[in-house]
């Protein structure tokens, strides 16, 4: 089975522990990502190491189940994501950068069914919408901050 591999890095003007905190809560996503939607919190709160969130992403409403398997507020997070589709494993970063943080990712996806003999174009979409997801939280958490000062 192919598996693809997805990095990237993305500079956010907003500290570590919002950052942490906003990603590491996954009913957050679709404040920044909207592919996904009906992000519901499976575990007893607060977030942390072994939460699990059920989640639909896309038109066609492909159900997501999010663990978190590392949770090292607010320096990494990992989790591991399963749908039909494919799995996805791996973390985020969060090292502080003057007032704010570099995010970086580092995942491992693995597809399922008929997207197995699709592992480069899974790995270029995967890239492009990865960047396009962080680049939502960097829009999302900068403006708010801006809100914040006013």
Known sequence: MLVAHISGRIHVAAPCELVFD???????????????HDVRLLTAPPVGLGSRFSARMGRA???????????DRPHRLGSRTSSTLMTTAGSLTFTPAGEGTDLAWDWQVRPRGWLRGLGPVVGMLGSRMERGI????????????DDRRA
């Open 22 to 36: 906003t990603v590491a809560d996954s009913r957050n996503e679709p404040s920044f990502n909207p592919a996904m």
């Open 134 to 145: 962080w680049t939502g939280l960097k829009n999302e958490l900068e403006g708010l901050r």
């Open 61 to 71: 409403g492909t159900e997501l189940l999010v663990d978190i398997t590392e949770f």
